[in-house]
């Protein structure tokens, strides 16, 4: 597969993207600590995968101060990339976890913007409580912290050893290699900054705003991730515009856990 690398400067700040196949465009989002090479096992016919390193990670910037790393200013990147490069056109928009919350806040911040639809992986709408959202800022200010004094290798080690990652270690060895690789590589200071621009603890709550967001949703989750399974029963399912498939035998990250189901359910809903 012929994948093209791209750089787009968007707000004074470098975007790398990786693009591959044909036809209409899909942008997709990784989650943190990931970059745009963890989607290059997909394949969508009929699609184009405009896949981007998110800022702070990837061949992307990273930028010293806070600024740029804000949710508002992240979303306004991020809305001037997809204009400049699908020129009018519509779009599909993917993201997991990390990516999934930024995919899901676009289209409720631009909601002119011409996405068609919206594919959610293993995404929180955010922390209801103001409480636990404050404690959230905290424990993410103490992972941030650690993160700057010990380096991202100590960071690749202690985020894969997550119970919410606990499934992945079924994968091969090459790929639970290839995870922990995309996560030593990332800058310290740029996965503390991406904490504290957009961590959790820092995005207000929009579960109630589902129903607002204009493309047609299509949310996935692993059955064995018991957390956001519970948030798309709960909380995404009421809505008419959300369409929630379990997937059998996956966790957190059903595109490298289950990846040929994973293809089959995205190409169904894109048809």
């Not at 990837?58 to 997809?82: E, I, T």
């Not at 959202?133 to 103490?142: A, C, G, L």
């Not at 590589?185 to 991406?194: D, G, K, R, Y």
């Not at 035998?249 to 595109?255: M, R, T, V």
Request: proline letters at 4%; hydrophobic letters at 40%; aromatic letters at 10%.
């Amino acid at each position: 597969m012929k994948i093209d690398k791209k750089v787009m400067t968007i707000a004074g700040l470098d975007y790398a993207v990786s693009i591959w196949g044909s036809g209409k465009i899909i942008f997709a989002l990784h989650g943190f600590s990931e970059s745009s090479s963890t989607w290059q096992k997909l394949s969508l016919t009929g699609y184009k995968i405009v896949a981007i390193d998110l800022l702070g990670h990837g061949s992307s910037a990273k930028p010293d101060p806070l600024a740029p790393y804000k949710l508002d200013q992240v979303l306004s990147d991020l809305h001037l990339l997809f204009t400049q490069f699908a020129d009018g056109k519509p779009f599909s928009l993917l993201g997991y976890s990390m990516g999934g919350r930024l995919a899901l806040r676009y289209c409720l911040t631009y909601p002119s913007a011409p996405v068609d639809k919206l594919i959610l992986e293993s995404t929180g709408p955010g922390i209801f409580s103001i409480s636990d959202r404050e404690k959230r800022q905290f424990t993410d200010e103490e992972l941030a912290q650690k993160i700057l004094l010990n380096g991202s290798e100590w960071f690749a080690n202690f985020w894969g050893n997550l119970s919410l990652f606990n499934s992945q270690k079924k994968l091969s060895v090459k790929i639970q290699k290839e995870i922990w690789q995309r996560r030593a590589n990332n800058s310290p200071l740029a996965l503390a900054q991406t904490l504290r621009g957009t961590g959790q603890g820092q995005l207000d709550y929009i579960g109630d705003k589902i129903s607002l967001v204009n493309p047609e949703i299509l949310y996935l989750s692993g059955d064995l991730d018991e957390k956001y399974s519970n948030i798309a029963k709960e909380i995404f399912t009421p809505n008419s515009n959300v369409t929630w498939i379990p997937v059998a035998g996956s966790g957190h990250n059903i595109h490298l856990e289950n990846p040929s189901l994973y293809q089959k359910i995205l190409e169904e809903f894109l048809a």
